[in-house]
Structure formats: C-alpha cells, structure tokens
C-alpha cells in the first residue's frame, strides 16, 4: 500500500472561527492572520494505492462554485484535483473509490462538477463508488441552521443521483471497515459521524484528521474551531485521541495545514504537545 498527498488548493478562514473561544494572542503564535484576521488553510486530499484500487480521501472545495464564493475564501488555484493526480501519474478516471470524511463543502465539494455545457452537476469521478454513512448523510441532507451554509446540496444530492453511493455502517466508536482498506474512528463533536480513517502502511499507522484537528496548532484541548457542533465532546474525543496517538506514535496528515503535512504528538507535563514535524518524502521511501 503507499498514500500520496494531493493537494486541492489552499484557502483563507477566520482565525477566531477556527479558534473558538481561544483568544487571539495565543492563537496567532502558531497560526498567524492577515489584516482581515484571516489565516493560512489548505485542502489536502490523500491518495490510496493499493493493487487496482485507488481510494481518495476527501477532495477540498472543487471549482464549480461562482467566483464570488471563493472570493469570500480567498481561494488559491495554484493547485487543483486534475494537476495533483496528473503529477502523481493518474488522473479522475483512474479513481475507483472516493471516501468522504464529512460533507462539508471545503471537503465534498470536487466530488460533483457542471456538465461540459454547465447545465447539469454530475460527478466528478465517474467510475468511482462515493462513501459516506448514513447518519452522517442525513445530517447533511436535513441540515440545522447553524451548519446549513456548509452543507451545500449541488454537492450532495447529485452523489445519491448519481447512484454512485455508498454506506459504511458504523457498528463501534472504532472499527475496521470492510469496504475501505483502513479502520476508521467515528467521532461527533465537529459534525455528526465525521470519519477518521487510520491507515498502516507498513510499521507506520498514518491517521488523516480531517476537522478533529484541522492544523497543528490546534493540538492543545482548549483549541477547539467555533465550527463544531459540539465543543465539549470535541474536547473529549480529542484528548483521547492524542493520548493514545502519542503513546502509539501515530503520524498524524493534517489536512488544512498549509505548513505541517504530518505531524507527531508527545505527551508533556502540560498535557499532549506537538513533536515532531515531517513531510510525507521524510517517511515514505518511494
């Protein structure tokens, strides 16, 4: 098995969103906002590869909304799905599976595309499965008022019409996924039934971590996103997680980190800290 990172275009967010209640001077040590108090985020996907199947994670914002919404974003196009894979010898149609952490737009949204004509959405990858679960696809289907912005549905519905879906059934917080080719944990503090796929490759366990921790600032507890829907469980699922992460010497990808690819913990006499930081070159020899 070998994972590669594909790099979907970077972007700006609020830092006080992405920090909640954490104040800005401590925040902006590792994290540092322009004179819009926006900050650094990127949109990086990971590539699975393994036999004749190729499985990518997430697939950032994609490029079918108007330029006036990825103005609000500050979207940076330097990098794309299509230059990504094609850099790494593949292209859309060499996909077979594509599995969805969550459905929020910064992570769904190059699932779908506008026909040629721009008339219709269809997706993006056409002969690949979609993957998801089905609390987390009502969720998003039925959305509060509080994540509806997120959960945009030219990125969703066309997915079920597409009859490209697929469900992974949760059974246990943590469970090795008989469609996937990695174990997932299931947490419920950023959006309900987000997954975590935990990935070994080799003697190594690469976690990818989504929005459970969006860059590696936000590796202390109190540093939780003003986006989660549940804050206190968030706590919790992330100090469980980096307590075991640290002791078992899990290599963390961040997604939305545009300076830390991946990432080791240690636990300190102030609780879980950053370790060591590694690009995916450092530990993986091809």
Same mark, same amino acid.
């Given at each position: 098995?070998?994972?590669?990172?594909? =790099?979907?275009?970077?972007?700006?967010?609020?830092?006080?969103? +992405?920090?909640?209640?954490?104040?800005?001077?401590?925040?902006?040590?590792?994290?540092?906002?322009?004179?819009?108090?926006?900050?650094?985020?990127?949109?990086?996907?990971? %590539?699975?590869?393994?036999?004749?199947?190729? $499985?990518?994670?997430?697939?950032?914002? &994609?490029? @079918?909304?108007?330029?006036?919404?990825?103005?609000?974003?500050?979207?940076?196009?330097?990098?794309?799905?299509?230059?990504?894979?094609?850099?790494?010898?593949?292209?859309?149609?060499?996909? $077979?599976?594509?599995?969805?952490?969550?459905?929020?737009?910064?992570?769904? &949204?190059?699932?779908?595309?506008?026909?040629?004509?721009?008339?219709?959405? =269809?997706?993006?990858?056409?002969?690949?499965?979609?993957?998801?679960?089905?609390?987390?696809?009502?969720?998003?289907?039925?959305?509060?008022?509080?994540? @509806?912005?997120?959960?945009?549905?030219?990125?969703? %519905?066309?997915?079920? =019409?597409?009859?490209?879906?697929?469900?992974?059934? /949760?059974?246990?917080?943590?469970?090795?996924? *008989?469609?996937?080719?990695?174990?997932?944990?299931?947490?419920?503090? #950023?959006?309900?039934?987000? +997954?975590?796929?935990?990935?070994?490759? &080799?003697?190594?366990?690469?976690?990818?971590?989504?929005? %459970?921790?969006?860059?590696?600032? #936000?590796?202390?507890?109190?540093?939780?996103?003003?986006?989660? $829907?549940?804050? *206190?469980?968030? *706590?919790?699922?992330? /100090?469980?997680? *980096?307590?075991?992460?640290?002791?078992?010497?899990?290599?963390?990808?961040? =997604?939305?980190?545009? #300076?830390?690819?991946?990432?080791?913990?240690? /636990?300190?006499?102030?609780?879980?800290?950053?370790?060591?930081?590694?690009?995916? @070159?450092?530990?993986?020899?091809?």
């Amino acid at each position: 098995m070998k994972i590669h990172p594909v =790099e979907a275009g970077n972007f700006k967010l609020d830092g006080g969103a +992405m920090f909640g209640v954490v104040p800005k001077s401590l925040w902006q040590r590792t994290n540092p906002a322009d004179a819009n108090n926006m900050i650094d985020m990127a949109a990086r996907c990971l %590539l699975i590869e393994n036999g004749d199947r190729l $499985t990518l994670i997430d697939t950032g914002m &994609g490029d @079918k909304q108007s330029e006036k919404f990825f103005g609000y974003y500050y979207m940076d196009h330097k990098f794309n799905l299509d230059s990504s894979l094609k850099s790494l010898g593949f292209s859309r149609d060499d996909i $077979t599976d594509v599995f969805l952490t969550h459905l929020h737009f910064d992570h769904c &949204g190059g699932v779908i595309q506008q026909s040629s004509k721009g008339d219709f959405y =269809e997706p993006a990858f056409a002969k690949a499965n979609f993957y998801t679960n089905s609390s987390h696809w009502k969720w998003a289907t039925e959305p509060n008022d509080r994540e @509806k912005a997120s959960f945009l549905s030219e990125n969703i %519905l066309p997915i079920q =019409e597409s009859g490209q879906l697929k469900y992974i059934e /949760q059974s246990s917080t943590f469970e090795t996924a *008989l469609e996937m080719d990695f174990d997932i944990l299931f947490v419920d503090g #950023h959006t309900e039934k987000m +997954m975590i796929p935990h990935i070994k490759v &080799g003697d190594k366990t690469f976690v990818y971590m989504a929005d %459970l921790l969006p860059t590696a600032g #936000h590796v202390p507890l109190p540093y939780v996103m003003g986006y989660d $829907t549940r804050p *206190l469980l968030t *706590l919790d699922e992330k /100090q469980k997680f *980096l307590e075991k992460a640290a002791r078992e010497n899990y290599y963390l990808i961040l =997604e939305h980190d545009p #300076h830390h690819e991946i990432i080791t913990v240690k /636990q300190t006499d102030r609780g879980v800290r950053h370790d060591q930081t590694y690009t995916f @070159k450092d530990l993986l020899n091809y």
